[in-house]
């Protein structure tokens, strides 16, 4: 009797779903391929949204474009957004973390009693609190990749596991007034106006170079060059964006330094994740696992950090509500805190399935959903309405991400 080896399954290359480009015809205008962008990116539809979102709110409260209530919007996102940066890593992979709120009241909780209870020096305290986040993310990790439990089950877990640990770490208290200057500086300090623009040109600039510099090399490699129009028009906007946001908020106390710590650590993860082979790696885990495994990655190892790092961020989310709020208390964390962080990312294009998106949505879907919050707490909405709004938007994006994902399917595309 002859027996038949199996053929061998062809290679996939693991990084293929997470790098694809839409590849329409090399003969398209920089007009045609303009429109065709502004119709499929999420991150566009949902600075649309921002933009209708603000037209609703200025029509209804003539308060909401003010100086000060744009500037108590930056200052309400900061918190929100950094918890966001470390979700976008986890929702990359095609993982959820449901435990960050309670992550960032514990981490406050720790700063807290540090600074208050035993006199630690503040710096000190962040950094006990960090690194507790750090060892959190580690624990979860470690137990999903390893043991191969679902992330929902053990960050479901964990989020009651770390409310009960802040809870306890309070103690009979319940709640500590925050006084010292290193804490309560973060957010709230804001910048000089002549540092604040100083710091936009500088960023400008360097975005300008980045995309150059960024064409130069795709250029070079012989790979699909974006038309220099979109190119053009994405960096007017941006830096239009910037100067406006500058000089509106320079009105009223200027820009919050908790504000440049929420740009900086997304212009930082931005730059792992697209720029790095570690990047590289987590997209491609989270668009096909197996195949990335295949091709001898350790998806495990790479999973494990993206939990070390999204807890670390979700720590410093607590760290930055803490300053804000000059106090911590058992509430720290807990409420809508865990939905707006998850929120924000999806609503801004970043996939639940995995291996789509960027780390730039924390920040957009930080301003859209704290955009609507802010907008209803004008219009003194009760907190009931607040939440099915929010919870319907978050629907809606959900659904339209499944639509999409069920059209790339179609089309061929991961």
Known sequence: ??????????????????????????????????????????????????????????????????????????????????????????????????????????????????????????????????????????????????LGIPSFVITLAGLLTWQGFQLKTLGDAGSLNVTDPVITNLANTFLAEWLAWTVALVAIGLMAAGALVARQRRSAAGLELEPMLLTGVRLGAIAIAIVVAVYVVNQDRGVPVSVIILIGLVVIFDALITRTRYGRHVLAAGGNEEATRRAGIATRRVKTVVFVLASTMAAAGGVLAASRALAVNQSSGSGDVL?????????????????????????????????????????????????????????????????????RMSQGRS
Do not use: Y
């Not at 209530?69 to 959820?96: F, P, R």
């Not at 707490?377 to 339209?400: H, M, N, P, Q, Y």
């Open 1 to 146: 009797m002859s027996t038949t080896s199996p053929t061998p399954a062809p290679e996939v290359d693991p990084t293929a779903s997470a790098v694809a480009l839409d590849r329409d015809g090399d003969d398209a205008s920089g007009v045609q391929a303009l429109l065709r962008t502004a119709a499929n990116a999420a991150s566009l539809r949902a600075i649309v949204v921002l933009a209708i979102i603000w037209v609703i709110f200025t029509v209804a409260n003539d308060r909401f474009l003010t100086a000060g209530n744009l500037t108590n919007l930056t200052l309400q996102v900061a918190a929100t957004g950094t918890i966001s940066v470390g979700v976008v890593l986890v929702l990359l992979l095609g993982e959820i973390d449901l435990s960050v709120g309670a992550v960032s009241g514990l981490a406050g909780a720790i700063m807290g009693v540090l600074s208050v209870q035993h006199g630690w020096n503040g710096w000190l305290a962040i950094a006990v609190a960090l690194a507790a986040g750090a060892g959190i993310g580690l624990l979860q990790g470690s137990i999903v990749t390893w």
């Open 339 to 407: 939905l707006l962080a998850i929120a924000g990312p999806v609503i801004a294009g970043v996939s639940l399935f995995g291996g789509r998106g960027s780390v730039w949505a924390a920040l957009l879907g930080a301003l859209v959903i704290g955009s609507i919050s802010n907008g209803m707490d004008l219009l003194g909405l009760e907190s009931s309405v607040k939440f099915i709004i929010t919870g319907g938007v978050l629907a809606a994006a959900v659904v339209l991400d499944a639509l999409a994902r069920k059209q």
